[in-house]
C-alpha cells in the first residue's frame, strides 16, 4: 500500500473533503453496448457485454432491473438507442439526486478511439473518445473505449502494488468530493478486444472481470485489478487494464459496486 507521503495535500488536493461509499443507499446501472450493426466498423461482443453485466449486478451486487438503463443498437434488447443524445441524458439521469453510499454503475462497452487534446491537460497530447452509434453524424462524446486508460480523467492511477503512479496538482479543476472509481479495458496505448469467450461474442475485459469476482466474490481493489489483469495474461491478451479513483483509496479495502 502507499507510503503516508502518497496522501500530502500535494497529492489529495488539499481542501477537498471525501468519504468512501459504502453502497449500502440506492443502486442505479447505465449499461451501453454498441455493435454498430451494418457498418465497417461492427463489433460482436458489445451488446453481450450488457447482457453478462446486467445479469452479474442484479444476481450478485443487489441491483434491480428497474433501476437499470440499458442502451444498445439491438432494438431486441433496448428500446433506446446509443445515441450521442440519449448516452448524455442518460448519463445526467444516473447522476440526478445521487446522494451519499448510493452505488452508481456505469459500464461502456464500444468503440473508442483519441483526438488532440485540446486544453492541455493529457501527458500524451490526446483525448480519450468514446463513439456513439451516431458518432459520423453527431460526433464523439470526450473523455468519458478502446483507448481507456484515463478515459475518466480521474487523478489518481494505480500500480499492480496499490501505490498511486500517478501525482495529482492539487489546483486541478478535475477534483472532486465524489467517490468515483474506474476500471478501464487497457492502457492509453492499448485497445481492448472484442472476442469470443466460451463459445459467444464478449469484450475481453468483462469476461475477466465478472470471472474474477465469480470465483472469488470477495477481494481487495488490488485484488481484483490483478486477477483480472491475470485471467487477460494466461489467454494472451496483451491489454492491461487500468484502476483508478477520484480520490487516494486503500486498495486493500473490499472491492465493492
Known amino acids: 500500500m502507499s507510503s503516508t507521503d502518497d496522501f500530502s495535500p500535494a497529492v489529495t488536493g488539499e481542501g477537498v473533503q471525501w468519504a468512501y461509499s459504502t453502497c449500502t443507499g440506492n443502486k442505479k446501472a447505465l449499461l451501453i453496448g454498441i455493435n454498430y450493426v451494418g457498418t465497417y466498423s461492427e463489433l460482436q461482443g458489445c451488446v453481450n457485454d450488457v447482457l453478462n453485466l446486467r445479469k452479474f449486478i442484479t444476481e450478485r451486487w443487489g441491483y434491480d432491473n428497474s433501476n437499470i438503463v440499458t442502451l444498445t443498437d439491438d432494438k431486441k434488447v433496448s428500446k433506446l438507442a446509443p445515441t450521442k443524445a440519449n448516452i448524455l441524458a442518460q448519463l445526467k439521469e444516473l447522476v440526478k439526486g445521487a446522494q451519499q453510499n448510493d452505488a452508481l454503475f456505469l459500464c461502456y462497452s464500444g468503440h473508442g478511439t483519441q483526438i488532440r487534446d485540446e486544453d492541455g491537460n493529457e501527458i500524451d497530447g490526446q483525448d480519450e473518445v468514446i463513439c456513439p452509434v451516431d458518432y459520423e453524424r453527431a460526433g464523439y462524446i470526450d473523455d468519458d473505449c478502446c483507448n481507456s ?3 475518466l480523467d480521474l487523478l489518481y492511477t494505480y500500480g499492480p502494488d496499490g501505490k498511486i ?15 468515483v472509481i474506474y476500471l478501464s479495458g487497457c492502457r492509453d496505448d492499448q485497445t481492448s478486444a472484442d472476442t469470443f469467450e466460451e463459445g459467444r461474442a464478449t469484450g475481453a475485459l468483462s469476461h475477466a472481470f465478472v470471472d474474477a469476482l465469480t470465483k472469488q466474490p470477495e477481494q481487495s481493489y488490488i485484488d481484483m485489478l490483478n486477477n483480472t489483469r491475470n485471467i487477460l495474461e494466461k489467454k494472451g491478451y496483451t491489454q492491461i487494464p487500468q484502476l483508478s479513483s477520484s480520490h487516494p483509496i486503500d486498495t486493500r479495502l473490499q472491492f465493492i459496486i
Open 149 to 151: 486508460g484515463s478515459a
Open 165 to 179: 503512479l500517478n501525482s495529482a496538482d492539487p489546483e486541478d479543476p478535475k477534483k472532486s468530493p465524489a467517490d
